[in-house]
């Protein structure tokens, strides 16, 4: 088991991935980040973290492509997955659970809900083990 509970931030905007990983961080929760989905994955498969959050529109491979990815994989299809995006209309929010992510996170980011959810994810991970 491992000694620390880590997050996975895969965000290409440096503003919203400083204020994720300061909220993260916050919590004591270890954080690794990637700015693009390529990288995502393969930090996923090294690092095995608790919870993902992940940017939909990416450069490369966008959220949507990683979710796939991630879901496809046996030791990584568990690991929760929060989608973090702008896509506010009408059916985004299902489809981005239809395409794989566990959760839904929209932007702007409210530093409130976002560290509320993410608190809750960690504590569910840790009580599954």
Not at 18 to 28: E, I, K, S
Not at 56 to 72: H, I, N, T, Y
Not at 79 to 92: E, Q
Not at 98 to 115: L, M, T, V, W
């Amino acid at each position: 088991m491992k000694p620390h509970m880590e997050v996975l931030i895969i965000e290409d905007n440096r503003i919203n991935l400083q204020l994720m990983t300061y909220l993260v961080q916050a919590a004591g929760i270890a954080v690794t980040t990637a700015a693009d989905g390529e990288r995502g994955l393969e930090l996923a498969a090294l690092r095995r973290p608790d919870l993902i959050i992940c940017d939909v529109c990416l450069p490369g491979l966008d959220g949507f492509q990683v979710a796939s990815a991630l879901k496809a994989q046996p030791e990584l299809k568990d690991i929760p997955l929060v989608a973090v995006t702008a896509l506010a209309m009408p059916g985004d929010r299902e489809r981005l659970l239809q395409e794989g992510f566990d959760y839904y996170i929209c932007k702007p980011i409210e530093p409130e809900h976002f560290s509320a959810l993410i608190s809750a994810l960690i504590v569910r991970r840790k009580r599954n083990g």
